[in-house]
């Protein structure tokens, strides 16, 4: 679990993965750039509502820079992925390649946030949708309890 407030994100890829990411930290407030030669349009939305930056292009090797503090390798090729893990493990940014779980130095999780805590869930990038409804089983649960 990182704070992700004003943390520079670097997301590679414009797809549904990149969104279903996105989505999940963009709540957190960080400052979030994906690059991309194509965005679908509910991040073309977000993008447009100044919550996301974007650039346009391919990725390039030089993309990766310290500046970022985390980065998500989101393209569907998997030498990319790979190559900007390789990347950012030489410069020691912790990145989560999303189709190779073995490669990631975090995980996003399923999370349910309540006033005076949160529960995480994670299938430690296995499995999103199981941890997703195992989310959706813990809401019900605990909202008939608290709420």
Same mark, same amino acid.
């Given at each position: 679990?990182?704070?992700?407030?004003?943390?520079?994100?670097?997301?590679?890829?414009?797809?549904?993965?990149?969104?279903? +990411?996105?989505?999940?930290?963009?709540?957190?407030?960080?400052?979030?750039?994906?690059?991309?030669?194509?965005?679908?349009?509910?991040?073309?939305?977000?993008?447009?509502?100044? +919550?996301?930056?974007?650039?346009?292009?391919?990725?390039?090797?030089?993309?990766?820079?310290?500046?970022?503090?985390?980065?998500?390798? @989101?393209?569907?090729?998997?030498?990319?992925?790979?190559?900007?893990?390789?990347? @950012?493990?030489?410069?020691?940014?912790?990145?989560?390649?999303?189709?190779?779980?073995?490669? @990631?130095?975090?995980?996003?999780?399923?999370?349910?946030?309540?006033?005076?805590?949160?529960?995480?869930?994670?299938? +430690?990038?296995?499995?999103?949708?199981?941890?997703?409804?195992?989310?959706?089983?813990?809401?019900?649960?605990?909202?008939?309890?608290?709420?």
């Amino acid at each position: 679990m990182f704070k992700l407030e004003g943390k520079n994100i670097l997301v590679v890829g414009g797809g549904k993965v990149a969104l279903r +990411k996105i989505k999940a930290i963009e709540p957190h407030n960080p400052l979030i750039t994906v690059i991309s030669l194509e965005f679908l349009a509910e991040l073309e939305h977000l993008i447009k509502t100044n +919550k996301v930056k974007a650039v346009k292009k391919a990725f390039e090797k030089k993309d990766i820079t310290n500046k970022w503090d985390f980065v998500f390798a @989101c393209t569907n090729d998997k030498k990319t992925n790979n190559l900007i893990a390789d990347l @950012c493990n030489r410069q020691k940014i912790p990145v989560n390649v999303v189709d190779n779980p073995k490669r @990631c130095d975090f995980y996003t999780a399923a999370v349910l946030e309540y006033d005076k805590f949160f529960i995480a869930i994670s299938a +430690k990038g296995k499995n999103p949708t199981l941890a997703k409804k195992i989310k959706e089983k813990l809401k019900g649960l605990i909202d008939g309890i608290f709420l």
